[in-house]
């Protein structure tokens, strides 16, 4: 069965840095995009990133543009999620997702999630 499982996650300060990994198993990975989405509390699911099979291209969304970067090793069944310069609007569940084929912020699959807090 498709598994994603995210870590990394934790409590920083503003400015801080943080990576989160995403291990993906039961599907081949390296023929997958890969998404980051969040959802703050109180809100609804945020697309973050998205990055192709093989890497080579990468999308964000504007307000985190600079700051996080995607990426993945297929060799290693794991997406990444480096991110920094924290601030506390990006404190939110993370989750990996695959993106739905035609739908690029539909997802057919979720991790159970990572929790960032960036809080003084």
């Known amino acids: 069965e498709v598994q994603l499982v995210e870590s990394g996650g934790g409590l920083v300060q503003p400015g801080g840095s943080l990576r989160l990994s995403c291990a993906a198993s039961?599907?081949?990975?390296?023929?997958?995009?890969m998404s980051w989405v969040r959802q703050a509390p109180g809100k609804g699911p945020e697309w973050v990133s998205r990055?192709?099979?093989?890497?080579?291209?990468?999308y964000y969304v504007d307000s985190v543009k600079g700051r996080f970067t995607i990426s993945r090793d297929n060799a290693k069944n794991t997406l990444y999620l480096q991110m920094n310069s924290l601030k506390p609007e990006d404190t939110a569940v993370y989750y990996c997702?695959?993106?739905?084929?035609?739908?690029?912020?539909?997802?057919?699959?979720w991790g159970q999630g990572t929790q960032v807090t960036v809080s003084s």
């Open positions: 997702a695959v993106p739905r084929w035609g739908s690029p912020y539909e997802y057919d699959y």
């Open positions: 039961g599907f081949t990975f390296g023929m997958y995009d």
């Open positions: 990055i192709n099979s093989g890497g080579g291209s990468t």
